[in-house]
């Protein structure tokens, strides 16, 4: 086995005060929660050592695609460095057994039991490199009678409770229309994994960080499921009066009131000061028993101007509200420019990107574009102090592949 190295990947001197600055991580997860994990370590400063199997990272297959590359792939592998390895094979699992040795930390998103008979599970490594954090990710836990279950974005969002909380006033489930589940998972994952590396560097010690899909779509609505346990089911749809979203000649705004002194600012922006004076709207509970009222009457203020001619006369009376924007609009939104809130991913075969980065910008690296499936193959072998004459015979046999560099000009 070769010598564990340090991160012999260049960094850059501004990466350097970055809190990950020389951590390395050896991603072997796919889709959207190992990864999404991996790539918030990245953006804080860690190496990221990307492994694939020869088909590929199954999120490289979904939703929008270009050649190779979907808009998944870039969102939480972008910086990353790729290494394609067949551990179907006893020599691929020997060389990601080996990676794995030289890594920080480790992050997998397996059924459970299959990082295992990979050889890389965390029992084994631990005992080989007691100060490796490892992590695993699943769908419902190592264990339990929903521990092989399979889970997707949508199957959680059904199973724990989402769409339940996203459903319609007529009471229908309906799914968010994001990967909510997979990315809150990668962000709990990527702050457990945090929280490891802070312990590891008072004590020495590594450790073994377990989330599961279920449990963390279960910690996202930890208010949600007490208002449930306090109060019984609650009537879908909002807690006050007004409260909705409302066409206006040229599209739509959201807007609400929340209390009283809200109320009376809501009523001062639409001239309607006779509202205070009204028994039916004295208070929320009385706002809320005449919602369906109060809500028309507002409706047929809002639709006679245009968004922008609300947004100001809604903003001089600190009302709660915002238009409805597209993702066009979000893109050029004025504070988005003002914050930097989207940087640039020079993709190959793409070009120009927006990226919406953690938004801790301070703490933050700037945006790189997603790798090929082994696009620094033989790169991270030698790094990792394979010989040559290894190197090229796992090239030849298939153990490892090396991309191509014809891979980009099939996105264009």
Not at 154 to 172: E, H, I, K, P, Y
Request: glycine fraction near 10%; charge should be negative; aromatic fraction near 6%.
């Amino acid at each position: 086995m070769p010598n564990a190295l340090a991160s012999t990947h260049p960094t850059d001197d501004g990466l350097l005060d970055l809190p990950f600055a020389g951590l390395r991580v050896l991603d072997i997860s796919q889709g959207i929660a190992g990864p999404y994990c991996a790539h918030i370590l990245w953006q804080q400063g860690a190496e990221i050592i990307k492994v694939e199997p020869p088909s590929g990272d199954w999120g490289r297959k979904v939703g929008v695609v270009r050649g190779d590359t979907s808009a998944l792939s870039i969102a939480y592998n972008g910086g990353k460095r790729s290494i394609c390895v067949d551990a179907t094979v006893e020599a691929g699992k020997d060389v990601l057994r080996q990676l794995a040795l030289q890594a920080d930390v480790v992050v997998q998103n397996f059924r459970p039991q299959v990082a295992d008979r990979l050889g890389v599970g965390h029992a084994a490594l631990a005992a080989l490199r007691p100060e490796l954090v490892y992590v695993s990710i699943s769908g419902y836990g190592p264990d339990g009678p929903y521990a092989d279950y399979p889970a997707s974005d949508s199957v959680m969002q059904a199973d724990s409770g989402l769409m339940f909380a996203n459903r319609s006033v007529d009471g229908t489930p309906r799914r968010i229309g994001m990967l909510l589940a997979d990315a809150a998972t990668g962000l709990y994952a990527a702050q457990a994994c945090a929280a490891a590396l802070c312990r590891r560097y008072r004590t020495g010690r590594g450790g073994h960080v377990e989330l599961n899909l279920f449990d963390a779509c279960c910690a996202l609505q930890a208010n949600n499921l007490l208002e449930h346990a306090i109060a019984g089911q609650a009537v879908a749809g909002p807690v006050s009066a007004p409260n909705g979203v409302f066409a206006t000649r040229d599209g739509s705004v959201t807007l609400l009131a929340l209390n009283d002194a809200q109320f009376a600012k809501l009523c001062h922006a639409l001239d309607r000061d006779d509202w205070l004076a009204d028994p039916r709207f004295v208070n929320n509970a009385s706002r809320m028993e005449h919602a369906a009222l109060l809500n028309r009457q507002v409706g047929d203020i809002i639709v006679t101007r245009t968004t922008s001619a609300w947004q100001e006369q809604l903003s001089r009376h600190d009302v709660l509200h915002a238009p409805v924007r597209g993702y066009a609009d979000v893109l050029q939104h004025p504070q988005a420019a003002h914050r930097q809130t989207f940087q640039s991913i020079e993709q190959p075969g793409l070009g120009a990107l927006p990226f919406a980065g953690i938004p801790a910008r301070a703490m933050r690296r700037p945006a790189g574009p997603a790798p090929e499936n082994g696009e620094h193959t033989v790169q991270l072998l030698q790094e990792a102090g394979f010989g040559s004459h290894a190197i090229d015979e796992w090239l030849r046999l298939g153990v490892v592949r090396q991309a191509t560099a014809t891979s980009a000009k099939a996105m264009a």
